[in-house]
């Protein structure tokens, strides 16, 4: 039996074991936002959840990160205390460990229209775009190109934005990761001004920081002497230069519009069919196919979008999902195209003042990077 074949048997079988009915019933708890609790017992065990059905001619959604900051942690419901959000879920993977870079990005993201992070592996985003007061989505795998462009048209390819410089890298850092780069000692920093691309001041060492209007290019002293170069034949006059290329060529336009953008790992639904190559993406079999619990964002067939998560690792309450059995499941809803965000401990749902799931982690909800917020139409940042 093929490998492909088997998967397909399993996700046949788990279903077949499915004792309710695919179809959901859900309640009204604001203009254009709906709520239903989800359950299905399968032979594995339950599998729990909820859902929020969102009418894109009624609501708006932004990104937030935690902190307003490139770094830092907070959890969903704080994040949509501080906004006055009517719901949120936990969006974007994240650093998740004690340093002082917890809660940088995993993967793109943009809020109002700045890049914050760069993309990795090619993984996939989510892009926002509120247009003729109607919310849009798009959903592809995507690139980043990151470069310094000098007043001649020259060009300093950049190893990332906002995060931990590593031995060797060129890293710009904007106004919107905090007061300072953090950097440590053992490096060169030059202040630009942002609008004229003017360099101000190149100083040795680490940690520079940051005024408004301003970014700081973070370098090891290493590549000094190319950058310096590079300055000079620029007349020290650079500015930055950011492009986010999707895989699919026909939606560039709609990442370009984008206001707000956020990477997932897992475009497991894509023109209503279900893709499971896990090798794509640059991960694990491991993350594909084990059960855990999972936060994801759907369009429906109808137009309407979805907020997903669906709990796991507690096997009296929910036992979790594999991404196959996400899909599936969202397939038997309506959906048509699905990005599977960040899970496990980290999903959560908040709801009317509330978090309505139930998280694995035995201290509670986590403090996470960034949360999807959703707003009345008239609201929003």
């Known amino acids: 039996m093929t490998r492909t074949l088997q998967i397909t048997v399993t996700i046949v079988l788990i279903f077949a074991a499915l004792?309710?009915?695919?179809?959901?019933?859900?309640?009204?708890?604001?203009?254009?936002?709906?709520?239903?609790?989800?359950?299905?017992?399968?032979?594995?065990?339950?599998?729990?959840?909820?859902?929020?059905?969102?009418?894109?001619?009624?609501?708006?959604?932004?990104?937030?990160?935690?902190?307003?900051?490139?770094?830092?942690?907070?959890?969903?419901?704080?994040?949509?205390?501080?906004?006055?959000?009517?719901?949120?879920v936990n969006a974007g993977f994240f650093r998740l460990d004690t340093s002082i870079w917890a809660g940088d990005s995993a993967g793109v993201m943009r809020i109002n229209g700045r890049l914050?992070?760069?993309?990795?592996?090619?993984?996939?985003?989510l892009g926002l775009i509120y247009r003729d007061g109607e919310m849009h989505a798009v959903i592809d795998r995507v690139n980043t190109d990151l470069r310094l462009k000098g007043s001649n048209d020259g060009v300093l390819v950049l190893d990332g934005v906002n995060r931990e410089r590593k031995e060797g890298e060129v890293v710009v850092f904007t106004e919107e990761f905090g007061r300072s780069t953090l950097t440590d000692p053992n490096g060169m920093e030059m202040v630009v001004d942002e609008k004229s691309g003017v360099v101000l001041r190149t100083k040795s060492g680490g940690s520079s920081p940051i005024q408004p209007g301003t970014f700081i290019?973070?370098?090891?002293?290493?590549?000094?002497?190319?950058?310096?170069?590079?300055?000079?034949?620029?007349?020290?006059?650079?500015?930055?230069?950011?492009?986010?290329?999707?895989?699919?060529?026909?939606?560039?336009?709609d990442f370009i519009l984008a206001d707000d953008i956020v990477g997932g790992v897992g475009y497991i639904v894509q023109n209503g069919k279900m893709v499971l190559d896990w090798s794509v993406e640059k991960t694990s079999k491991g993350f594909y196919e084990t059960r855990h619990p999972r936060t994801a964002f759907a369009k429906l067939n109808d137009g309407m979008l979805l907020l997903v998560t669906l709990d796991g690792r507690q096997p009296e309450h929910s036992i979790g999902v594999s991404l196959a059995e996400l899909a599936e499941i969202?397939?038997?809803?309506?959906?048509?195209?699905?990005?599977?965000?960040?899970?496990g401990g980290s999903t959560a749902m908040f709801l009317d003042g509330k978090i309505v799931n139930r998280p694995s982690d035995k201290e509670g909800e986590r403090r996470v990077g960034d949360a999807l917020l959703v707003f009345p139409v008239k609201g929003g940042k």
Request: proline share 2%; no cysteine; charged share 20%.
């Open 330 to 343: 969202l397939k038997s809803l309506g959906a048509v195209e699905v990005i599977n965000l960040d899970g």
């Open 116 to 125: 914050i992070s760069e993309s990795y592996g090619g993984r996939a985003a």
């Open 217 to 253: 290019v973070s370098f090891a002293k290493s590549r000094s002497a190319a950058i310096e170069g590079f300055l000079k034949s620029q007349n020290n006059q650079v500015w930055i230069s950011s492009a986010i290329t999707p895989v699919n060529a026909s939606k560039s336009g």
């Open 19 to 88: 004792h309710t009915a695919h179809s959901q019933e859900f309640t009204k708890v604001a203009d254009g936002v709906e709520h239903a609790e989800f359950f299905r017992q399968t032979d594995a065990g339950p599998i729990r959840g909820n859902l929020i059905r969102l009418d894109p001619r009624r609501v708006r959604l932004d990104v937030v990160h935690a902190m307003d900051a490139a770094i830092g942690v907070e959890r969903t419901s704080s994040i949509a205390i501080r906004y006055g959000a009517i719901a949120a």
